[in-house]
């Protein structure tokens, strides 16, 4: 029997595993990994390349270090597939590991785009550290990029690439890059700066074929007009991995449901990180998996809390025109209110009252984040 099982070696499962350690040094924990276990923080995926960093550089241990470092048994490259709650047992390809207590840590899988022509299963797209190595060595010798989407990850690798003397094509359905996230005018001043830095952008459009040309690829795009790239790159969003869960029997929504004490349907069986929802949000972000695995480590060690969750403001690695956002809430009424500063820009969104629903900031307005976030509402208290 393993008193605590944690599934997933990303940023929430090794961040639980570092928060229990630093109230529990003895009790046994086994941490099981679909990958290879090597310790990396994933957003640097999509700055390393302009800062000369190698992909082998970003990882700070390998499993066996860090087993030896938080006193671990890691089980890697051992891909868990299926759970059986009533037996308290998880069965991988060639074994089972019985659990008193599990933790669902499985990240999101990137979504595939829906993409006809012989080059379509050579769309690459990256979401840890064995894609980002293969996504590098692909780029050797290429010159122009295409990539699909031109949401957080899409507008971090484009600015990466293009910094790093790539050329660029983003094809974004949306009208403005992060549309979801900025107002307009806020994005209008990203698409300007990346185009300086040798970014095109191709808005308002879906890629539907791709295919295999003389040198690299042709894209087509759903208005018949065509894009040339040595490699394309999908960074058209993510989803929860519930697919384990489902299965169990554990309830699933957009993600993992868990509760305010990131418990899953199951007693016993927790979620944290990209594949959970906590109170209908799906965060796929690193302050709220870090808040989480705080908690979660206090509750696995007999402290009873509830999660809550500060307002959290996002940077956007866009060193060209670099952002900070907190989108407000779906819905919330209200609106945009916009300034132009001599350090960048500030768009506030308020309510009916004038209370500060969130807000995107850009260029040298990034610095008051922290400021302006202490202004709105917890977004779970
Ligand atoms: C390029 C990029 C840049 C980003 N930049 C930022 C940023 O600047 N700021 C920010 O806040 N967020 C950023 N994010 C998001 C952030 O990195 C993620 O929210 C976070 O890393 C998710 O961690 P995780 O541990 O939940 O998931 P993951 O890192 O995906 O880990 C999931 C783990 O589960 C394992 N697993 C899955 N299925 C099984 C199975 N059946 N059996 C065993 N193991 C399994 C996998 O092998 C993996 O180890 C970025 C994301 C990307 C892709």
Same mark, same amino acid.
């Given at each position: 029997?393993?008193? %605590?099982?944690?599934?997933?070696?990303?940023? *929430?499962?090794?961040?639980? $595993?570092?928060?229990?350690?630093?109230?529990?040094?003895?009790?046994? %924990?086994?941490?099981?990994?679909?990958?290879?276990?090597?310790?990396?923080?994933?957003?640097?995926?999509?700055?390393?390349?302009? $800062?000369?960093?190698?992909?082998?550089?970003?990882?700070?241990?390998?499993?066996? &270090?860090?087993?030896?470092?938080?006193?671990?048994?890691? @089980?890697?490259?051992?891909?868990?597939?299926?759970?059986?709650?009533?037996? =308290?047992?998880?069965?991988?390809?060639?074994?089972?590991?019985?659990?008193?207590?599990?933790?669902?840590?499985?990240?999101?899988?990137?979504?595939?785009?829906?993409?006809?022509?012989?080059?379509?299963?050579?769309?690459?797209?990256?979401?840890?550290?064995?894609?980002?190595?293969?996504?590098?060595?692909?780029?050797?010798?290429?010159?122009? %990029?295409?990539? $699909?989407?031109?949401?957080?990850?899409?507008?971090?690798?484009?600015?990466?690439?293009?910094?790093?003397?790539?050329?660029?094509?983003?094809?974004?359905?949306?009208?403005?890059?992060?549309?979801?996230?900025?107002?307009?005018?806020?994005?209008?001043?990203?698409?300007?700066?990346?185009?300086?830095?040798?970014?095109?952008?191709?808005?308002?459009?879906?890629?539907?074929?791709?295919?295999?040309?003389?040198?690299?690829?042709? @894209?087509? @795009?759903?208005?018949?007009?065509?894009?040339?790239?040595?490699?394309?790159?999908?960074?058209?969003?993510?989803?929860?991995?519930?697919?384990?869960?489902?299965?169990?029997?554990?309830?699933?929504?957009?993600?993992?449901?868990?509760?305010?004490? $990131?418990?899953?349907?199951?007693?016993?069986?927790?979620? %944290?990180?990209?594949?959970?929802?906590?109170?209908?949000?799906?965060?796929?972000?690193? &302050?709220?998996?870090?808040?989480?695995?705080?908690?979660?480590?206090?509750?696995?060690?007999?402290?009873?809390?509830?999660?809550?969750?500060?307002?959290?403001?996002?940077?956007?690695?866009?060193?060209?025109?670099?952002?900070?956002?907190?989108?407000?809430?779906?819905? *919330?009424?209200?609106?945009?209110?916009?300034?132009?500063?001599?350090?960048?820009? =500030?768009?506030?969104?308020?309510?009916?009252?004038?209370? @500060?629903?969130?807000?995107?900031?850009?260029?040298?307005?990034?610095?008051?984040?922290?400021?302006?976030?202490?202004?709105?509402?917890?977004?779970?208290?």
């Amino acid at each position: 029997m393993h008193p %605590i099982v944690i599934l997933g070696s990303g940023l *929430a499962g090794y961040g639980l $595993l570092r928060e229990f350690r630093k109230r529990d040094a003895n009790t046994p %924990i086994t941490l099981i990994s679909a990958d290879d276990g090597r310790v990396y923080s994933k957003p640097n995926l999509s700055n390393a390349l302009s $800062l000369g960093r190698a992909p082998e550089q970003l990882a700070t241990d390998d499993a066996r &270090q860090a087993a030896a470092k938080f006193n671990a048994r890691i @089980l890697h490259n051992t891909r868990v597939v299926a759970i059986d709650p009533a037996a =308290r047992m998880l069965r991988t390809a060639a074994d089972s590991v019985a659990y008193d207590r599990l933790v669902l840590a499985l990240g999101a899988d990137p979504f595939a785009p829906s993409l006809d022509g012989d080059a379509a299963d050579e769309v690459l797209s990256v979401n840890d550290l064995d894609d980002y190595t293969r996504f590098r060595r692909a780029l050797a010798e290429k010159q122009h %990029i295409a990539i $699909l989407g031109g949401g957080l990850i899409g507008c971090e690798f484009a600015n990466d690439l293009a910094a790093a003397g790539y050329r660029v094509s983003v094809v974004h359905l949306g009208p403005w890059p992060l549309e979801r996230l900025v107002p307009r005018e806020v994005g209008e001043l990203l698409t300007r700066a990346l185009e300086a830095h040798g970014v095109s952008w191709h808005f308002g459009r879906t890629a539907k074929r791709v295919e295999r040309a003389d040198a690299g690829y042709t @894209l087509t @795009l759903d208005d018949a007009s065509q894009v040339s790239a040595d490699l394309v790159l999908s960074a058209i969003g993510l989803r929860p991995r519930t697919q384990l869960a489902q299965a169990a029997g554990i309830a699933t929504g957009r993600g993992i449901i868990v509760d305010q004490r $990131l418990e899953t349907s199951i007693p016993g069986i927790y979620a %944290i990180g990209d594949c959970a929802e906590v109170a209908g949000h799906v965060l796929p972000y690193v &302050q709220p998996l870090l808040i989480q695995a705080r908690a979660l480590a206090a509750i696995l060690t007999g402290t009873e809390v509830r999660l809550s969750y500060p307002a959290m403001p996002v940077m956007v690695k866009t060193p060209a025109y670099p952002l900070a956002v907190l989108p407000p809430a779906a819905n *919330a009424p209200g609106e945009w209110l916009i300034e132009t500063t001599e350090a960048g820009i =500030r768009a506030l969104h308020r309510g009916p009252t004038g209370a @500060l629903n969130g807000f995107a900031l850009g260029g040298g307005e990034t610095g008051k984040r922290a400021e302006l976030a202490k202004q709105v509402a917890a977004l779970l208290a």
